[in-house]
């Protein structure tokens, strides 16, 4: 039975700094929806990436698993030992960028790889802490003429897309055009049509379906694609099947020598000064997921004064500058450690707003999604070998997802035509340019073409700190999970 709360009270749990340690089933709660939620749409999308860290990154399939479960007690660890109020998740629109980076003619090996990508999450550490601790992080958000801020963005997107239609299609798209394809439509219909979210209102069975991300779509294409014989879990080499039966077993070890900065040795100075442009963008990024995050929680607040929500930006970059410390020196895959993944953050708490008779405590939704299915069904081979032949499926949609969901926001933020030119400019200097030369490109085309700062903040409006800091709740969807 977890600990009763007061009404009015913070849920309890045991201080450490400026944390709370909340322990499941001690200090949370157990609750029955966030579980399912978890356990159906964090499988998959968390393994996303295996088919990445093997064909790209050089590891067999249990290292590849493996770093995806460091990577889910990592997150998992945001809410649990650190007490945030978040649905944490990646800072996935830096994903493609990160992509583009790491996976060039720069770094040729995999150990070079994983030596940029210690780099990305230590060089992102850093920037947390110091910008937590001095407050500059708001400052320095709100310095961003809104035209740069939105040239960041639709980098991602234009990335994004580009590793799915260009970049990834011959190994994934070409082969399997129909399920990718059909996934894809599936969830950018169900995530953004217009007409879609009018019979969303009316009908609450499609409300709910639409409410799950990508997994209707990622359902659906594999039904189809096994049917069509896209999808199968034969080895053709030996005629058996491919699903294992049997519990993981941990290759601690040979992931270690592979990917640890103690056996591959620490990236160059060289590399971490190359890794700052990228490790910046992903922090802007990171800094509207926060305030997004905090947004949703205040409105929803309202409605259930039995419990007092902390809200601490600073505590928020200390924690996910911990969890990309830990990251970086264990299982370095950036950008896996981020603040917010918005569309399962929106459905806990929405749920949460209710009432106490629906969710006691919002730490315990949070709890029960992050901490009671994935991380643990991970290990059981049935489940990720059976999902294996689905995995190019989950990181298309992952990455269309988030390049629509960019290119959706940021288009929102120029008002101006010459603006909206600076948008698009910059963010295709971002997406095709490596880091450093992207980003000087967009802020030379911002400041020749607007005239620096304060004529872009006019441009903008006086909503301008609003747009720096990210985007406000209501201007995503909330059926955008692959957001985290």
Request: glycine share 10%.
């Amino acid at each position: 039975m977890p600990s009763e709360r007061r009404d009015g009270d913070a849920q309890p749990g045991i201080a450490w700094g400026p944390f709370t340690l909340r322990i499941p089933f001690v200090h949370t709660g157990f609750e029955a929806p966030e579980f399912l939620q978890g356990v159906l749409v964090s499988a998959a999308t968390g393994l996303a990436l295996v088919p990445l860290m093997t064909a790209q990154f050089g590891l067999g399939f249990e290292e590849a698993v493996l770093m995806s479960i460091i990577s889910g007690f990592l997150v998992a660890s945001g809410p649990i030992i650190f007490g945030e109020p978040f649905a944490p998740g990646w800072i996935t629109p830096a994903l493609p960028l990160v992509l583009n980076f790491v996976l060039s003619e720069q770094f040729p090996t995999p150990t070079a790889k994983f030596q940029m990508m210690t780099a990305l999450a230590l060089s992102l550490a850093a920037i947390l802490i110091v910008m937590g601790v001095t407050g500059l992080g708001k400052r320095l958000i709100d310095a961003l003429p809104p035209a740069l801020t939105g040239a960041l963005i639709m980098g991602a997107a234009i990335a994004a897309i580009k590793r799915v239609l260009v970049d990834d299609a011959p190994d994934n798209l070409l082969k399997l055009p129909v399920s990718i394809g059909l996934a894809i439509t599936l969830c950018l219909v169900l995530a953004f049509s217009v007409p879609m979210q009018r019979w969303r209102q009316q009908i609450p069975w499609l409300n709910y379906v639409a409410s799950l991300g990508l997994l209707p779509g990622f359902l659906v294409a594999g039904i189809i694609g096994a049917l069509i014989g896209e999808l199968s879990w034969i080895d053709p080499a030996t005629g058996q099947s491919t699903i294992r039966w049997e519990i993981m077993s941990l290759p601690l070890e040979s992931l270690s020598a592979q990917v640890s900065p103690f056996r591959i040795g620490f990236p160059s100075l060289s590399m971490f000064i190359e890794a700052l442009p990228l490790a910046f963008i992903a922090y802007v990024i990171l800094f509207g997921d926060i305030v997004t995050g905090i947004e949703v929680l205040r409105s929803a607040a309202r409605s259930r004064p039995d419990e007092r929500i902390d809200f601490d930006a600073t505590r928020s970059h200390l924690s996910v500058g911990i969890r990309n410390f830990f990251m970086g020196l264990t299982a370095p895959f950036f950008p896996t450690q981020g603040a917010l993944w918005t569309g399962v953050h929106v459905i806990i708490v929405n749920r949460w707003s209710l009432g106490r008779d629906q969710m006691n405590s919002l730490h315990s939704g949070i709890a029960s999604y992050y901490t009671f299915g994935p991380p643990v069904l991970l290990f059981l081979l049935p489940i990720t070998t059976g999902l294996q032949p689905m995995f190019p499926i989950a990181l298309a949609l992952t990455l269309m997802l988030t390049g629509f969901a960019c290119a959706y926001v940021a288009m929102d933020i120029p008002t101006t035509p010459a603006e909206r030119g600076v948008v698009m400019l910059g963010g295709a200097a971002i997406a095709f340019f490596p880091p450093l030369p992207g980003l000087v490109t967009a802020a030379l085309a911002t400041y020749l073409i607007l005239g620096g700062p304060a004529r872009s903040a006019q441009t903008a409006g006086d909503a301008s700190g609003q747009r720096t800091s990210g985007p406000s709740p209501d201007a995503l969807p909330h059926t955008v999970s692959e957001s985290g």
